[in-house]
C-alpha cells in the first residue's frame, strides 16, 4: 500500500472527530465512540493488528482516562471547597482590587498564573487550576475553558519540569544513535524556547481579543485589541525571563520561573494601572443575558455564611499549598522517588508489551484532594458544608466518565498499531510520512502541524515528541536540514496541538460542568493552533534555509505577512472602535 493511501485511512479516526465533534458539533460522548471503532477497525482489519493489542491498548486507555477523572475530581473538590468556605469570595474581591477589567483579569490568571502552574505539574493542571478560578470570578464557563486552552501553547514543552522535553524528546531520539542525546536535548529546548518566545508574542492579546468578541455585548475584537500595550507587555515579562532560564539552566524551569517572574511584575503594574486603557473597563453582560452555549452545570456562588470573613492570605493559601505540594513532589528526588513508588501497575496487558501504571500519590489530583482537605481546616467549615463539596464534585466526575472512556482508548489504539501483520508502521507515522513525502523541501512549515496533530490525538506533547522527534530528525536528514530546529519545531507543535486537543478540552469542560460543549470549544481554538503552528513553522523554515536561500525566503516572507497583518490590526484598531461606538460596524 502506498504511504500517501496509508496517510489517509490513518487520517479517518481524525476525520471523524473533525466532522462530528467539531463541524456537527455533537458531544465528545457521542462523537468519540464512533472515532474509537474506526480506529479499532483500521487496527483489525487494515494494520492487521493482534486482537489482545487491540484490547490492550483500549484498556490501557481506560486506565489513563481513570487518572484523568481523577485529576477532574480534585481539581473541582477543590474549587468546590473553596466556594463553601467563602474563599473564593474573597479571590474575587482581590482581583477586583488589582483590576475589574475583565481582558486583564484573564492575562493574569489564564497567561501568568497558568504558565506557572504548567512548568510545575503540566498535564492539564493549568486547565484544571485556572479555568475554575474564571469561572469562580465570574467569567462564563465557555469563555474560560477557551481561555484555559489558548495558554497551552507556549509554557507546555516546558511542563511538568521539562517533561515534553526530557521523557519525550529524549526517549523520542533514543533510536538516532547520537553521541550524547542529554546534550541534543538541552540544545533542542534552547531552540524550543526561542521558537516559543517569538510565536507566543500575541498570545495574551489572542485572549483579550477571543474574549470580547466571542463573549463581549459588541461580538468584537477590537475592544479586546484595546489593551494591547498591556498584553505585549505581559507577554515578554514572562517570555524573555523563559528564554533567558532555556538557554542558560536547560528545559526543566523555564516555564515555571518565567510564569513566576511575570506574575511579580504584571500584577503590581496592573494595580497601577500601566500600559492599562484609562477610560473603560471592559465586563461581560449580566449572567440573564448570556448565550446558553456559555453555561455549564456548576454553579458559582457566594456563601453567605462565611463570604467576607476569609482573610486574602487564608483564601490564596490552597493554590500556594497545590503550587508548592507540586514542586516538592517534582524537585525533591527522595519525595519523588518514594511516592512514585505507591502505583497501580498492570504488566503486559493479555500478553502484550502494553502496560499501564497509576501513580495515585504523585497525582495532581491527590494533590487538589489533599489540599482540599488542609482548606477544611485552614478555612475552619463546617461538615456539612464540606461534605457538600464532595458530593457535587463527584457529580461532575461521573458526567465526564462518558466521554473519557472513549476518547483515551481510541488515542491508545491509534498510538498502538504497529507489529501488525501488514507490516505497516504504527498510524501516527504513516500520517506524518504522507505530509512529509507531500510537503518536500517546503516541510519545515509542515513540521509543528505534524507535531500538533500528535498532541491532538494523544493527548500529550509528551507522547507526541516521543512519537514524532525521530521521525522529524529523519526528515531533516533526508532534505538536507539541521535536525535539532527541526525537532524544536516537532515540540512546539506538539504543545500548540493542546489548544485543540480532544480529551484535553473534556477534561477542562467537565471541571466546569460544561460537558457536550467541546465541539465548540475547538472551534474557536482551531484558529490560534493554526496560527501558532504556522508563524513556528514559518520562523523555523527561515532559520533552516537562510545559509541557503537567503534571508528572503517562503518562511520568512509568511512571518513577516502575519507580523504585518497584526500591525496593521493594532494600528487601525481606534479607527474600528470609533465605528464601533457608532454603530457603524459589530466587530
Not at 237 to 266: K, N, Q, W
Amino acid at each position: 500500500m502506498g504511504t500517501g493511501t496509508l496517510a489517509i485511512l490513518a487520517l479517518l479516526p481524525i476525520v471523524v472527530v473533525g466532522i462530528f465533534l467539531v463541524w456537527l458539533r455533537w458531544p465528545a460522548s457521542r462523537a468519540m465512540p464512533l472515532s474509537y471503532i474506526v480506529a479499532v477497525l483500521l487496527a483489525l482489519f487494515v494494520w492487521k493488528v493482534d486482537f489482545s493489542q487491540v484490547a490492550a491498548a483500549s484498556v490501557h486507555g481506560l486506565i489513563t482516562a481513570i487518572t484523568l477523572l481523577f485529576i477532574i475530581f480534585g481539581s473541582v473538590l477543590l474549587l468546590n471547597t473553596l466556594q463553601e468556605s467563602g474563599g473564593l469570595h474573597t479571590i474575587r474581591r482581590g482581583f477586583t482590587d488589582i483590576t475589574p477589567d475583565r481582558r486583564i483579569q484573564v492575562i493574569i490568571i489564564a497567561w501568568l498564573f497558568g504558565s506557572f502552574i504548567e512548568g510545575a505539574s503540566g498535564f492539564g493542571t493549568p486547565a484544571a487550576v485556572a479555568v475554575p478560578l474564571l469561572v469562580g470570578l465570574g467569567f462564563p464557563p465557555m469563555a474560560a475553558v477557551v481561555s484555559g486552552m489558548i495558554i497551552q501553547s507556549t509554557p507546555v514543552s516546558f511542563g511538568a519540569v521539562g517533561t515534553p522535553m526530557l521523557g519525550g524528546v529524549g526517549p523520542g531520539m533514543g533510536a538516532a544513535g547520537l553521541d550524547d542525546v542529554d546534550g541534543f536535548v538541552f540544545e533542542t529546548a534552547a531552540k524550543v524556547a526561542t521558537l516559543h518566545t517569538i510565536a507566543g508574542l500575541f498570545v495574551p492579546l489572542m485572549l483579550a481579543a477571543f474574549l470580547t468578541r466571542f463573549f463581549g455585548k459588541n461580538k468584537s475584537f477590537s475592544e479586546g485589541l484595546k489593551v494591547w500595550k498591556f498584553a505585549l507587555f505581559a507577554s515578554l515579562s514572562m517570555t524573555i525571563p523563559y528564554v533567558i532560564v532555556a538557554h542558560v539552566l536547560g528545559p526543566e524551569f523555564p516555564s515555571m520561573i518565567g510564569g513566576l517572574i511575570g506574575l511579580a511584575i504584571v500584577i503590581p503594574a496592573a494595580k497601577k494601572g500601566f500600559l492599562m486603557p484609562k477610560d473603560e473597563v471592559w465586563d461581560f453582560e449580566p449572567k440573564d443575558r448570556w448565550d446558553p452555549l456559555w453555561t455549564g452545570k456548576l454553579e458559582i456562588k457566594n456563601n453567605d455564611l462565611y463570604a467576607g470573613k476569609i482573610s486574602m492570605v487564608r483564601a490564596w493559601s490552597p493554590y500556594i499549598f497545590v503550587a508548592l505540594l507540586l514542586l516538592a513532589t517534582r524537585l525533591i528526588g527522595p519525595l519523588q522517588t518514594a511516592i512514585r513508588d505507591v502505583k497501580i501497575s498492570i504488566p503486559n496487558i493479555f500478553g502484550t508489551d502494553i502496560s499501564s501504571n497509576w501513580e495515585i500519590l504523585y497525582s495532581p489530583g491527590f494533590v487538589f484532594i489533599v489540599v482540599s482537605v488542609i482548606t477544611f481546616f485552614v478555612h475552619k467549615m463546617n461538615a456539612s458544608d464540606y461534605a457538600k463539596a464532595w458530593k457535587e464534585s463527584a457529580k461532575t466526575m461521573i458526567g465526564a466518565s462518558t466521554a473519557l472512556v472513549f476518547t483515551v482508548p481510541m488515542v491508545q489504539v491509534f498510538i498502538n498499531s504497529d507489529g501488525g501483520a501488514a507490516g505497516f508502521v504504527e498510524m501516527p507515522i504513516a500520517l506524518a510520512e504522507g505530509v512529509a513525502v507531500l510537503a518536500g523541501s517546503v516541510y519545515p512549515i509542515f513540521a509543528p502541524i505534524v507535531g500538533g496533530l500528535g498532541a491532538f490525538v494523544a493527548g500529550s506533547n509528551t507522547v507526541s515528541n516521543m512519537m514524532f522527534s525521530y521521525f522529524q530528525f529523519g526528515v531533516a536528514d533526508r532534505i538536507g536540514a539541521d535536525g535539532s530546529w527541526m525537532v524544536a519545531l516537532q515540540a512546539i507543535g506538539g504543545a500548540a496541538g493542546n489548544m485543540i486537543c480532544v480529551h484535553n478540552v473534556v477534561a477542562a469542560s467537565a471541571v466546569v460542568g460544561m460537558l457536550g460543549k467541546e465541539g465548540h470549544v475547538i472551534r474557536k481554538t482551531l484558529l490560534p493552533f493554526v496560527y501558532y503552528s504556522l508563524i513556528g513553522g514559518s520562523i523555523g523554515y527561515s532559520i533552516i534555509w537562510t545559509a541557503e536561500k537567503g534571508i528572503f525566503n517562503l518562511g520568512s516572507v509568511i512571518a513577516v505577512l502575519i507580523w504585518m497583518f497584526f500591525i496593521y490590526i493594532i494600528a487601525t484598531n481606534n479607527r474600528r472602535l470609533t465605528a464601533l461606538d457608532h454603530g457603524k460596524i459589530s466587530a
